[in-house]
């Protein structure tokens, strides 16, 4: 029975569906499309990552049973480890930087994760540095999204695949740039089958207390990301991410998180200066982590305050 729900839970990553969203094009000619990555067991496209580098890190004898993974992040990528590592019997202790969606810690510990916080003025360096110095610990390991390749590669061969064998065509693609996994996989095998595809990251816009979560344009480049690659780069304030996701969730019914939100909100500024085409739109993440924060509702008055959590 323990094998059959092991395989069960791996078995519903990825797969995800595609749908059009008919009622949000601010342009006739340009249709707007949404891979939705919170149909994933844990609710975002990180259970996709997580798999492929247990996976790995198991395939090379980095990990034996009651290992602890150890790993930082704002968010999803905590969660999914939370969720699938110990059904493979694994033990999951998380750093996170203050400053993150106040909700993300009650669903980390219903998973039963230990937490570790670091201060938002040392931000997702200091969550790094944090989780490198675990690694001194024996028995502990780091899957190390960041700038583990099997990051990149698991979007390459699943996200990336999924989308070309469902799409006649896309012509500009736009995802979250985060540890550039998503972004560089899925945009290197969709370029692969329309070779003048535009790529777009998006990228949040973080408030004065959240400085040492630093964006592009103050310094920080994920290891993962080749800025080259890239055809375009947004950077999108919570208050237009959330009041889009807002948008989304009335018109098309799809229960979009903030990160979507931003992503979709980029997409109907591109689709304006476009004469005709298909955009794909990468939603990472459902809506239902947000939902105790009420974040719409500091959204309609334009919070300042907004910018300083780490919504995506």
Known sequence: MDEINRVGLFGMVGNTPIVELTRMTPNPRVR?????????????IKDRIVLSMIEAAEKHGDLKMGDT????????????????????????????????????????NLYGAHIEWVEP???????????QELLETPGYHALGQFTNQANVNCHYSTTGLEIVNEMKQV??????????GTIMGVGKKLREKWPNLKIVGVEPRLGEKLQGLRSLSEGFIPPLLDLDFLNGRFMVESSHAIRTARQVIHAEGIFAGVSCGATLHTAL??????????????????????????????????????DEIHWW
């Open 121 to 131: 003025q040392s931000g997702m360096g200091g969550a790094l540095n944090r989780a």
């Open 171 to 180: 012509d500009v693609f736009i995802a979250g740039i985060g540890t550039g």
């Open 269 to 306: 500024r591109v689709a304006q200066n476009m004469e005709s085409g298909n955009i794909l739109v990468m939603f990472s993440d459902g809506a239902w982590k947000y939902l105790p924060s009420k974040p719409w509702d500091a959204a309609e008055v334009s919070s300042p305050d907004l």
């Open 32 to 44: 707007i499309f949404a891979k939705l990555e919170g149909q994933n067991p844990s609710g975002s």
């Open 69 to 108: 993974i150890v790993e930082a992040s704002t968010g999803n990528t905590a969660i999914a480890v939370a969720a699938l590592a110990p059904r493979r019997g694994y033990k999951v202790h998380v750093v996170l930087p203050r400053g993150i969606v106040p909700s993300i810690v009650d669903i980390l």
